[in-house]
């Protein structure tokens, strides 16, 4: 079992930068990891996940060539860079942990979530 705690979310103006982060009590080598957001009225959806290894991240179209996933498997650490931030990124951003061995879009293929961390892009 894993216990996830994100942090790093905040307000920032559109076409800002902010870093999230997520801090896991286990060994995320062991796990593939991605980040969720859910905004206000909306199902949560599916933003990046890293294989175990970190060589392979795979994102949604939505946020291609904006935010940057990665992983520190020594530190049990996983970040969100993520750039030219736009309101419609505005949501509560979850860290999440697989137990299987492939990666997983859906929120039904993670096995352990975080609390989230709110972020606003304000417009």
């Known amino acids: 079992q894993v216990q996830l705690v994100e942090s790093g979310g905040g307000l920032v103006q559109a076409g800002g930068s902010l870093r999230l982060s997520c801090a896991a009590s286990?060994?995320?080598?062991?796990?593939?990891m991605a980040w969720f957001r859910q905004a206000p009225g909306k199902e949560r959806e599916f933003v990046a996940a890293i294989t175990r290894s970190g060589a392979s991240i795979n994102y949604a179209d939505s946020v291609k060539g904006r935010f940057t996933a990665s992983k520190d498997n020594a530190k049990n650490m996983v970040y969100l860079q993520m750039n030219s931030l736009k309101s419609e990124d505005t949501a509560v951003y979850y860290c999440?942990?697989?137990?299987?061995?492939?990666?997983?879009?859906?929120?039904?293929?993670?096995?352990?979530w975080g609390q989230g961390t709110q972020v606003t892009v304000s417009s």
């Open positions: 286990g060994r995320i080598s062991n796990y593939v």
């Open positions: 999440a942990a697989r137990s299987g061995p492939s990666l997983s879009t859906t929120v039904a293929g993670y096995d352990y």
